[in-house]
Each structure stands twice: as structure tokens, then as C-alpha cells.
């Protein structure tokens, strides 16, 4: 397939990795980020790099990238398509993006510029975004005036009357709400943050439900002035339910996750 934006990329992946590629609006608003962020001479860390197509957006300006992908046939497609494009200033490292020494040809270690590192998921429940910034910031791998990609993340929670007694994902958006959404954290990537989180959040259910929960929703901040919502393969809305009919009233949710972690540690509950 092509990517949008005037690249048109040859692009192979394994099935996992096409919905992320042909969902038109996520591909786009990184390609925005990168294009306006990567400056000649810039070196870059893509950690995560999947099919690798976000790795090339940032090599038509940098003088390198590193791709760095854990999966080794995800890794095998990234090759591909690496060389099927003809990029020459990309090293594809297929290694735990955590654990990896970036080094020069001289065995000398490298800071970034640029990092790249799209291991999202709503709430950044079931990626290791957080776990492996944190790693990124302890070893001092980017530069003090470098610049991540994305920056931030909101994340906002809204009860719902859920459809099923387990977490589901809610793309088509047709849980009914019965509060208004509210916002209860900001993750910003710039600093370490603990993984593990808990919060307290009061909503005012403006009708009975069968059977209550909550829908979590991620946005975005790529940079200043560019901010995402959801898409298809970019943090669809999440539904935790909490497994009880509520009536109509004010009450107080607490939700505890660990960032990175999976659903099993997701644990919903009324104070």
C-alpha cells in the first residue's frame, strides 16, 4: 500500500500492523508532527517502530534514525520495507527499546534529538509507553533541548451504561453515557512517571443504568497546537465496567491501573 501525504511509501507488514497503516487519520497527524519537528542533522530514536513507516517520515530530514522494534517478525517487515524504500540513513535494531545502548560507530553513546515512541494505547493501559520513557529519561538519552513525539496524553472518564460484564473497546461509540466526561489525568511523557495510578472521580449520573461503568478516553498532544482523538488503531474508547446498576445520583468512582501493564490489573470501584 501508499501512505498519505505525498510519501508514497511501499509498505509490507504483518496483518497487526495494516490497520494501524491504513488508518488514514493516525498516520497523518504523526506524519504532521515529525515533518514540522525533524530538522537537518537531527538524530532520531523511533522506539517501537512497527512497520517502520514512521521511522522513514523522520529520515527524509534526519541525518539518522534508529528503529528499534522487539517483535522479530514485525522486525523482518520493517527490513523490508526499509530497504524497499531505499533508506539508507535508518539502523533497524531489533531489541527491547528499554534496554538498548545507542551507540556510534565508535562505541561512544548517543543522545537524541528527536524521540519518537508510539507504544499508546487508551489510558496507556496495555503498552509500555511509560515503562520504557522512564528508562529513556534515567539513562539520559535525549538531548536537554530535545523533543518528544508525542509530548502528553489527557485522559478523561464519562459513566457509562456498559453492553457487557468484562473491558471491551467501544469504537463505534454506542455505550450510552449517562454523566458528563470528565478530565482526570495528564500524563506528561517529558518526565518519569509511576506506572502504577489510582483516582477518585466524582460524577453526578443524570439517569439510572443497568448496569454502570466507565468510558475512558485517551487524547493526544503530539505538540503545541496539534492534538488527537481517537481513531480506529490510536486509543479507542475503553469501557471498564463496574458490574452493578446505579440510580440516578452523585457518587464517586475509583479506578487503579498499572501503565503497561494488562486488563487483569485494571480494578473499578465505588468509594
Known sequence: MESEKNLKLKMESPQWHYSMLVDEERVSVFHEAIIDTVKKDDLVFDLGTGSGVLAMFAAKSAKKVYAIELDPITAYYTDKNIKGNGFENIKLVEADASEYSFKDKNGNPEKADVIIAEMLDTALITEPQVPVLNEIHKKGLLKDEGTLIPESVYNTAQVVDCRTNHIYYDEEVISKPVSDEKLYSRINFYKINDPKVSYNIEFTLLNDCNNAGLRLNTYTKLKDGLIAGATPMLNPPLIVPLNKPLKKG?????????????????KLSLE
Open 250 to 266: 452523585t457518587y464517586t468512582f475509583k479506578i487503579s491501573y498499572i501503565m503497561g501493564g494488562d486488563f487483569e490489573n485494571v
